[in-house]
């Protein structure tokens, strides 16, 4: 089938490449001259382990353009995935899904189905489907709005949408329904026909289900560390009941990237706007927001103040598998830092470049994680990168002015600690030679 996608940020790319890669003819749209400069290459602007490989490999049924025009007018379906970022009310910021409503409405020459990907408030699809047929410059042509959010996870985006859990289409008419069973009909997975409205709900629902879990999680294992439980331990013994699974229960200092931040402000925005409350989403948002700051507190019982101290920071990405720092811990906690005087070193095996764009100077950014953490008074780990976890921890000892390491993500055993002389204090778990 013809099929265009406006916008190649995670959502728009992957689900390009991945259509292509079912046979597809795909246009990819994007404003960002450069970005599509880089495409047009066969390389991927962004970080997501196998998806260069699968453009090159299906490089014959990709088309990288910022015309929107040529790519819009004839195609059969077109995707948009383009951002939705917050506002400062915590509301969705809608502007570029309706820029390119726009140049639908003003473009397309044939039948077609307009599929929305970003994820939206309950009611957008509606709303969009109203101002497109509104503005439609050729009013003999019919076109159909159709949401299907995407639940892919950075890092893991293409498998994510190849294997998916689900492919969700939320429709009003029996058309675009069929025309979408046929856009994923060499997709071997579950795929669900629902109202638009419950489609865009089931995003934010799931999205904001994982948040929370995330911060239970995280407030048991705070609880943990005050009654002497190990919070691996108890996960482990949760995970059993097939109703709680074992899946995303790694506590830690907090979730952040460009999604579970702003769809949890986004449904409870929508809730106060509707003369409602999601008390339990509140909550998960606040306590999210207290847990960013565990190890700067943590850091306080190691040290009176900051000035002059050496602190090695290891990873600085709001997770691994990604160059992506939106809502890193690292952007809440290093600032905080350098406030109060201390010499801040950071690796990370992909961050670092977008990092520096952040903070050029005042930063030590460093090659290794043995350069990063020699001569530190303290070690901060942020991120869970493999290369951390298999990190021999004796050089911590070894190389360390005083061998003190927060981890904030539970990347060691704690029997493996022990038979050093390292102070690891960790999240949930009790402190190893507590000083
Ligand atoms: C998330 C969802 O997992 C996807 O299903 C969804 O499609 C996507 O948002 C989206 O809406 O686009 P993503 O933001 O890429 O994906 O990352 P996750 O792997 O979900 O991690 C989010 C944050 O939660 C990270 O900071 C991670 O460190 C944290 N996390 C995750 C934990 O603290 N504990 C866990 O057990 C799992």
């Not at 969705?92 to 309706?98: D, E």
């Not at 709005?145 to 939320?170: H, Y």
């Not at 046929?182 to 071997?188: A, G, L, P, Q, R």
């Not at 190691?302 to 002059?308: G, I, M, Q, W």
Request: aromatic share 8%.
């Amino acid at each position: 089938m013809k099929i265009a996608v406006a916008g190649t940020g995670y959502v728009g790319l992957v689900t390009g490449v991945c259509l292509a890669s079912k046979g597809h003819e795909v246009t990819c749209v994007d404003v960002d001259e450069n970005k599509v400069k880089i495409m047009k290459n066969g390389d991927s602007p962004i970080y997501e382990p196998g998806l260069s490989e699968l453009m090159k490999e299906h490089k014959n049924n990709l088309v990288f353009t910022t015309d929107y025009e040529e790519a819009y007018r004839e195609a059969e379906v077109i995707f948009i995935g383009v951002g939705t970022p917050e506002k400062q009310d915590g509301s969705a910021n809608l502007s570029y899904v309706f820029e390119v409503a726009k140049q639908i409405a003003q473009t397309v020459q044939r039948d077609c189905v307009v599929v929305i990907k970003s994820t939206v408030p309950i009611g957008t699809n509606d709303k969009i489907e109203s101002y497109i047929r509104d503005k439609q410059k050729n009013k003999d042509v019919c076109i159909y709005v159709a949401s299907n959010p995407e639940f892919l996870s950075q890092g893991t985006a293409v498998k994510d949408t190849l294997c998916a859990s689900r492919i969700v289409i939320g429709v009003e008419e029996v058309f675009p329904g069929e025309v979408l069973k046929k856009v994923y009909e060499k997709f071997d997975v579950p795929k669900l026909i629902v109202k638009r409205r419950s489609a865009e709900m089931i995003k934010y629902a799931s999205n904001d289900f994982l948040a929370l879990k995330i911060s239970y999680i995280n407030e048991i294992a705070n609880l943990c560390e005050i009654v002497g439980a190990n919070i691996e331990e108890v996960t482990e013994g949760m995970g059993y009941d097939a109703r709680i699974g074992h899946r995303f229960l790694n506590a830690g200092i907090g979730y952040g990237g460009s999604c579970f931040p702003k769809d949890t402000k986004a449904l409870n925005w929508l809730a106060n706007f509707n003369d409602n409350e999601i008390r339990t989403i509140r909550a998960a948002i606040e306590v999210n927001e207290n847990q960013k700051f565990k190890l700067i507190k943590k850091t306080k019982k190691y040290y009176d103040d900051f000035l002059f101290l050496n602190v090695a920071v290891l990873g600085c990405t709001f997770k691994p598998g990604t160059d992506d720092l939106r809502e890193a811990v690292s952007l809440v906690n290093v600032p905080l830092l350098l406030e109060d005087g201390a010499n801040v070193r950071i690796w990370d095996p992909v961050g670092m470049e977008n990092f520096k764009k952040k903070y050029p100077n005042k930063i030590q950014y460093c090659n290794s994680i043995e350069e990063a953490i020699t001569d530190a008074d303290i070690c901060l780990i942020l991120t869970e990168w493999e290369e951390i976890k298999n990190f021999d921890l004796r050089k911590y000892e070894k190389l360390m002015k005083k061998p003190i390491v927060l981890d904030g993500r539970n990347c060691y055993q704690l029997e493996e600690v022990k038979k050093t002389n390292i102070t690891y204090d960790s999240i949930g778990r009790y402190t190893v030679n507590p000083q």
